[in-house]
T-cell receptor
Framework: KQEVTQIPAALSVPEGENLVLNCSFT??????LQWFRQDPGKGLTSLLL?????REQTSGRLNASLDKSSGRSTLYIAASQPGDSATYLC?????????????FGKGTHLIIQP | GAVVSQHPSWVICKSGTSVKIECRSL??????MFWYRQFPKQSLMLMAT?????????EQGVEKDKFLINHASLTLSTLTVTSAHPEDSSFYIC??????????FGNGTRLTVT
């Protein structure tokens, strides 16, 4: 059974810092990995999707990497801003393929201090 | 972009009553939709896969007679929590994906059973 772990569970840093969020998964037979943002009491916003054939994806100040063989992904946030405060979730497809749901980590609760 | 609309955003009901949550794909057809549940400080957990025109597929430990799913059209899936109890209080989120695109999530429904 796939398990997704995110470290750290919570992080509070001053504005402007660069930071790294970590995600690990137990079953490396995935065909993609996604990073989401969740604001309190809200749904999810997809940030980045990395296909299994890719090693990284970038969107603005966000960069996500994927090392399938080691079962790890990182989300790098550059020049953090207070508006980046949210919970960041990592997710992989629920099973091997097809129209699957996702298995999520518990998330990293991020606070950027002004 | 693709939008998934979920309604209501929050609901309070008395123990023993039933509550229906709607999930709509606004600008695309979705033969498959997914229902998740999220307890406080926990990850999203896949409850069931809703299939248009056929029975839903429930994950282990999810009572199909308690959480009734109907996917009667290509743009609408409903989740009915029957005979709700306080332990059913949770955040329920649906998702769907346009063909060839990542999953899109609704904004979720906060259910409180008193």
């Amino acid at each position: 059974k796939q398990e997704v772990t995110q470290i750290p569970a919570a992080l509070s840093v001053p504005e402007g810092e660069n930071l790294v969020l970590n995600c690990s998964f137990t079953d490396s037979a995935i065909y993609n990995l996604q990073w989401f943002r969740q604001d309190p009491g809200k749904g999810l916003t997809s940030l980045l999707l990395i296909q299994s054939s890719q090693r990284e994806q970038t969107s603005g100040r966000l960069n996500a990497s994927l090392d399938k063989s080691s079962g790890r992904s990182t989300l790098y946030i550059a020049a953090s801003q207070p508006g980046d405060s949210a919970t960041y979730l990592c997710a992989v497809p629920y099973s091997g393929g097809g129209a699957d749901g996702l298995t999520f980590g518990k998330g990293t609760h991020l606070i950027i201090q002004p | 972009g693709a939008v998934v609309s979920q309604h209501p955003s929050w609901v309070i009901c008395k123990s023993g009553t039933s509550v229906k949550i709607e999930c709509r794909s606004l600008d695309f057809q979705a033969t498959t939709m997914f229902w998740y549940r999220q307890f406080p400080k926990q990850s999203l957990m896949l409850m069931a896969t809703s299939n248009e025109g056929s029975k839903a597929t429930y994950e282990q430990g999810v009572e199909k007679d308690k959480f009734l799913i109907n996917h009667a059209s290509l743009t609408l899936s409903t989740l009915t929590v029957t005979s709700a109890h306080p332990e059913d209080s949770s955040f329920y989120i649906c998702s769907a994906n346009p063909r060839g695109s990542p999953l899109h999530f609704g904004n979720g429904t906060r259910l409180t059973v008193t």
